[in-house]
C-alpha cells in the first residue's frame, strides 16, 4: 500500500475526463401545444392515479400533475402495481422545502432527516409488492423529458424499507429538490434503452441502503441491447447521507460490455459511515452473472464533499465477486477486463475518513484472480484535507494475481 500525502496540481491532467454535455432538459416542453395541468388534492389516491394514468391505464404525456400536501399512500391494484411511471414530458411535483446551507444543498439531522420549511406531498410505496427481481424498477419512474420535483418519497424505516429504488430516471430527465428515505435505492439513473441522460438537483437521499446509484442497465430487468449502452449524469448539491451500504455508486457494468457512463458532480455532500465506501466508482464487475469487459466510466467532481466513512472515494477498474453470487460461472467468464476509469477531483474535500482514497486496477474479493488489463486513472487538481490519504494498489490481494496487467494511476 502506498501513502499519500497533499494534493496534485495541473489542469493539462484532465483534458481526457469526458464531462456530460448532452442538453438535459430544464422544463418539459410538449411536442404540440400547451402541458395538460391536473391539481390533485392532497391524500386523494384515487385522483393521483386519474392523473397519471388514462383510462386504459397508460402513462398520459404531456401532462403537470401538482400534488397538493398530503400522505398518497400507493394502492397495489393500480397499474403497474401500484407504482407511478410517469409519460413523455410529464412533470410530478409538489410543493416540498426543505433548508438548505449557502450552495443550495439540503440540510440533514443527526439521522438524515430534513428541515422542513413547507410541506408537500408525500409519496408513500410501503404497500407496494416486493420486486420478483433483486432490486426492481422505481417506485416513481421518470418519462422520458419529464421531471419530478419537491416530492417527499417514502419507503419505509429500518427492515421495513421498500426493495425498490424510491424514483428513477431511465431516459431523459430530471429529480429536483425531493426527499427520499426508506428504500433499497433512493434514486437512481439508468437506461432503459440504449441511451440515457439525468440531471438530480437539490435532494437528499438519507436512510437507504444506497443513496443514489448510476448505471448503464440493471441486469436484474433484462435489456434490449445487453450492453453498449451510454448514460451520463450531472448530480448537484445534493446531500447523500446515513445510507446504509454506500452514498453514491457509479458502475460502468454489471454482467455487461462496451457500456459509456459519465458522471459531473459539484457541491454534493456525501457523509455518514455506509459499511462500504461513502462514494464508489466500478469499471466492470460480475455480479449476478459473467464479467464486464471494455466499459469506459469517468466522474468529474467539483467542490464536493466526502466526510466521515472508512473509505472516502473508492474507485474499482473490474471486480470479481465470490463465485456463491456469481451463478456458478467459470472463473474465466467472471473476470471483468479492460475496463477504463477515469476521476478528475476539482476542490473535493476530505474529512474524517479512515482513508481518504483506494483505487485499484483490480480487486477480488475472494480467493481467486480478477479481471486484467483494467486501467483506473484518478487526477486531484485541487483537494482540501488536512493530510490526503491515498491507497494504491494495480491488483488487490496481490497475491491472487499472478500476473498483474491492471494499471492505477494516481497523481
Known amino acids: 500500500m502506498n501513502a499519500i500525502s497533499g494534493h496534485a496540481k495541473g489542469s493539462d491532467q484532465v483534458a481526457d475526463v469526458m464531462i456530460p454535455l448532452s442538453a438535459i432538459p430544464t422544463q418539459s416542453t410538449p411536442a404540440h401545444g400547451k402541458a395538460t395541468v391536473i391539481a390533485v388534492p ?6 393521483l392515479y386519474e392523473a397519471v394514468y388514462d383510462e386504459h391505464g ?3 404525456e404531456d401532462v403537470t400533475i401538482n400534488l397538493a400536501s398530503g400522505v398518497f399512500r400507493l394502492d397495489p391494484s393500480r397499474p403497474f402495481g401500484g407504482r407511478l411511471v410517469l409519460g413523455q414530458r410529464t412533470i410530478l411535483c409538489s410543493t416540498l422545502s426543505m433548508a438548505a446551507d449557502a450552495k443550495g444543498v439540503p440540510l440533514a439531522g443527526e439521522n438524515g432527516e430534513p428541515t422542513v420549511l ?15 427481481a433483486f432490486i426492481g424498477e422505481g417506485v416513481i419512474v421518470v418519462g422520458d423529458e419529464g421531471r419530478a420535483e419537491r416530492l417527499w418519497i417514502e419507503g419505509g424505516p429500518g427492515s421495513g424499507r421498500s426493495l425498490r429504488p424510491g424514483i428513477e ?3 431523459r430527465g430530471m429529480i429536483r429538490h425531493c426527499c427520499v428515505r426508506g428504500h433499497r435505492i433512493g434514486l437512481r439513473v439508468r437506461a432503459a434503452d440504449e441511451r440515457a441522460h439525468g440531471m438530480v438537483t437539490g435532494c437528499l437521499a438519507a436512510a437507504n441502503d444506497a443513496g443514489m446509484i448510476v448505471l448503464p442497465l440493471d441486469p436484474d430487468l433484462g435489456h434490449p441491447t445487453g450492453g453498449n449502452v451510454s448514460v451520463e449524469a450531472v448530480i448537484r448539491r445534493n446531500a447523500c447521507v446515513n445510507n446504509a451500504v454506500l452514498n453514491l455508486g457509479i458502475l460502468g457494468g454489471i454482467a455487461s460490455d462496451r457500456n459509456r457512463v459519465a458522471v459531473a458532480t459539484s457541491h454534493n455532500l456525501f457523509s455518514g459511515r455506509p459499511a462500504g465506501a461513502n462514494v464508489r466508482l466500478v469499471g466492470g464487475q460480475n ?18 464533499r466526502f466526510l466521515g466513512a472508512a473509505v472516502g472515494l473508492q474507485v474499482e477498474g473490474g471486480s470479481l465477486q465470490p463465485e456463491a453470487v456469481s451463478g456458478g460461472i467459470a472463473l474465466e467468464e467472471r473476470w471483468s477486463s479492460h475496463n477504463r476509469v477515469t476521476v478528475v477531483l476539482d476542490g473535493a474535500a476530505f474529512e474524517g475518513n479512515d482513508l481518504d482514497i483506494a483505487a485499484y486496477g483490480g480487486i477480488s474479493r475472494s480467493n481467486e484472480p480478477g479481471g486484467d488489463y ?3 486513472k484518478v487526477v486531484i487538481a485541487r483537494a482540501e484535507s488536512s493530510g490526503l490519504t491515498i491507497s494504491v494498489f494495480d491488483c488487490f490481494p496481490e497475491q491472487n494475481f499472478a500476473a498483474c496487467s491492471n494499471k492505477t494511476d494516481v497523481r
Open 287 to 304: 455480479v449476478l452473472g459473467p464479467g464486464s469487459r471494455h466499459n469506459r466510466v469517468t466522474l468529474r467532481a467539483i467542490g464536493d
Open 58 to 60: 397508460r402513462p398520459r
Open 42 to 47: 392532497g391524500g386523494h389516491v384515487a385522483a
Open 169 to 171: 430516471i431511465v431516459a
Open 374 to 376: 483494467n486501467a483506473v
Open 118 to 132: 413547507e410541506e408537500g406531498a408525500q409519496i408513500d410505496g410501503s404497500d407496494l409488492a416486493p420486486p420478483s
